[in-house]
């Protein structure tokens, strides 16, 4: 459907009035549509209508849907039954602190790449769940925070690292934790900005220094070797570079025990994509476990996974408003008031995200780039979208919108960053207030 009006995946265009579906037990299909659905020609998230909060908060709004998240959770862990495991949500794809407790109560543990990530980790009452510490760069302040608030383990992702562990986990008379998050080269054939397992990836250390690496950290004092760690790159739509990724990282921990290393863990990474389009294909969870149960089944490790995007991905909207539409020298203009200060990833990773008016309009459909105020020709949010034609004041809702999409927001060209809301059933609690100007120069 290219350049046409994809509904997408996370928004459902049934035009009859919705149905209460349950969410579809195979875990192969997202359930998520059923949580934004059309009722009476106007787009809702469960029993909210979009249309009433964007009139009460302004846009532009995320909208986060509860019981989308709790669906893929238990979606989750229904494919991973009878795996010994802990899953950790990747905190850096949503971490709105009501997101965060709302995952800690679905029963996950976290994983958190700075000492902001715990900081609100424990801020949203989640501390006493099981935290891993991922990260190519950490400060040692970052480190003795973790070590103070316990962190299950740390993944470390290079020999340097492991001596800073070392040497500030000695002055803190306490002993670290370790996996080695190895780089088990492969090209997970995803978009490059997210791909984390090449030769040329700053992640992980090579495969062929693993055993090295081991040894070092064996060797020193206030380290506790526990694990195998590593994350092949994000948005993955194939299994098959994970299941080779996963051989390897499995030769690695036998050869690992023969040399008297304790390996109890194996962090599996996260990385599982979702479907921006309906036309996505994307990767069976019953498939993922499977892979994972055949590479680790027999050797009796906990198995961690970090899944983000998949938690959260389809479970938000961001709402925007139309300024104007402009008609340029070789292309028509759909100006809006979100920008990519508020949703990075068009301009990042030439993602693709579903964009459906949020009232039923049956205007004749036009080509439009639909664009932000920022200055900067990559504020795009849809290049080449055939929509209804829009007039100023009508509301958009841009789907796919939950994973990076806030955790990305920034303040550039001064812009207060949005308000996030999230649904449960009847009840829409605003969850970060819209910023103020005051909050922009705030600390200059
Ligand atoms: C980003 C990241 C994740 C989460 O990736 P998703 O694609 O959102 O599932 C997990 N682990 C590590 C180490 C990461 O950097």
């Keep these: 459907m290219a350049g046409g009006l994809d509904p997408g995946a996370g928004i459902c265009v049934r035009r009859e009035r919705s149905t209460a579906i349950a969410a579809k037990s195979s875990s192969d299909s997202l359930p998520l549509k059923i949580f934004f659905h059309e009722r009476r020609g106007s787009l809702f998230c469960e029993s909210v209508s979009l249309a009433s909060l964007a009139q009460a908060h302004q846009t532009p709004l995320y909208v986060y849907s509860a019981s989308a998240i709790r669906a893929q959770v238990r979606a989750f862990e229904t494919a991973l039954a009878g795996v010994d495991h802990l899953t950790c949500y990747a905190v850096k794809a949503s971490s709105n602190l009501a997101l965060l407790k709302l995952v800690a109560d679905a029963g996950c543990g976290f994983d958190i790449v700075s000492g902001g990530e715990l900081y609100r980790v424990r801020k949203a009452g989640a501390g006493a769940a099981p935290i891993v510490y991922s990260g190519v760069g950490k400060s040692e302040r970052e480190i003795a925070e973790a070590l103070r608030a316990g962190v299950l383990q740390f993944n470390v992702e290079s020999e340097a690292e492991l001596r800073i562990l070392d040497a500030v986990a000695a002055r803190a008379r306490r002993r670290a934790r370790v996996a080695l998050r190895v780089n088990p080269e492969v090209d997970a054939r995803t978009h490059r900005y997210v791909a984390t397992g090449l030769n040329t990836s700053k992640f992980g250390i090579p495969m062929r220094r693993a055993r090295a690496a081991y040894a070092l950290a064996q060797s020193l004092p206030h380290l506790e070797v526990v694990g195998v760690d590593c994350h092949i790159g994000s948005q993955l739509t ?23 290393v304790n390996v109890r863990t194996v962090d599996v990474g996260g990385g599982l994509g979702i479907a921006y389009r309906t036309s996505d294909a994307t990767p069976s969870l019953e498939r993922y ?16 996974l970090e899944p983000g995007r998949l938690f959260v991905g389809n479970a938000a909207v961001l709402l925007t408003r139309v300024l104007l539409t402009k008609q340029g020298a070789a292309r028509r203009f759909c100006v809006v008031d979100a920008a990519m200060n508020d949703l990075l990833r068009p301009a990042l990773y030439d993602a693709i995200h579903s964009i459906i008016p949020v009232i039923r309009s ?23 979208r055939d929509l209804p034609e829009p007039q100023p004041g009508d509301l958009l809702a841009i789907g796919g919108a939950g994973a990076y999409g806030f955790s990305m927001a920034s303040n550039y060209n001064s812009r207060p960053r949005a308000a996030e809301v999230l649904v449960d059933g009847k009840r829409a609690s605003l969850v970060r207030r819209r910023e103020t100007y005051a909050d922009l120069t705030r600390g200059e």
């Design 289 to 304: 476990a499977e892979i994972i149960r055949q590479a680790f089944g027999d050797l009796g490790v906990r198995i961690i």
């Design 362 to 384: 049956e205007k004749p459909t036009r080509r439009y780039d639909v664009v932000g105020p920022v200055c900067e020709s990559a504020d795009f949010l849809a290049l080449g």
């Design 238 to 260: 194939m299994l098959a570079p994970l299941a080779e990724a996963l051989a390897r990282v499995r030769r690695l921990v036998v050869e690992l025990r023969e040399r008297g």
